[in-house]
């Protein structure tokens, strides 16, 4: 069956400091990736996306993310995290034939200190 | 443009029992997919509609149905409650759906509803 996986748990870093998540999928075909946010509290926002193109997709609040077919990964990464970037971080696919399926990591939780 | 909408957020139910939760979609969105999401087993997919037919089914009990309106609103039913069943439901919008690639398929989500089931 198809999974997503996310390295990393929880990650806890100081303000300023670069953060890069990793996901990986277990998919032969084609997918679209994406990466998203739940803030404390909040209902869960789409940070960025990749249906096909540049490889390196830009989203919001400064965060991008990188897909290596080869490697089956999506990272997401960030250059400089700040204190509200702590959140809950999702990693998800859906395959090509099944766009309503959004299949999901088991989350990475960052908890960034001041 | 008015966001994804849950009601109700909240419910108390006991085992045994069974529950409808709502979803209205964004407007002119068309696909309705929920999801449950808990501590132990994450983020997973409960069934999609689209067009009032369910489109994609995940891998939960018959317990678990649901159904789309011709005003694309959708509502989830659980019966026979068990504990195991207390978790946050999410629903889901996307304009299209099926196959390919782009936005069309983009899901923005509802705030959820939280279920305790006693």
Redesign the interface.
Known sequence: AQSVSQHNHHVILSEAASLELGCNYSYGG?V?LFW?VQYPG?????LL?Y??GDPLVKGIKGFEAEFIKSKFSFNLRKPSVQWSDTAEY?C?V?L????????????TELSVKP | KAGVTQTPRYLIKTRGQQVTLSCSPISGHR?V?W?QQTPGQ????LF?Y?SETQ??K?NFPGRFSGRQFSNSRSEMNVSTLELGDSALY?C?S?L?????????????????TRLTVL
């Open positions: 084609t679209n998203y909040q209902h869960l926002q789409l996306k249906f096909s999702f998800a859906t090509y034939n099944q766009g309503g399926k959004l299949i999901f990591g088991q989350g | 696909s997919s999801y994450g983020l997973q997919f999609e689209f489109r994609n995940g999410l889901a996307s299209e759906s099926g196959a390919g690639r782009g936005s069309y398929n983009e899901q923005f989500f509802g705030p959820g």
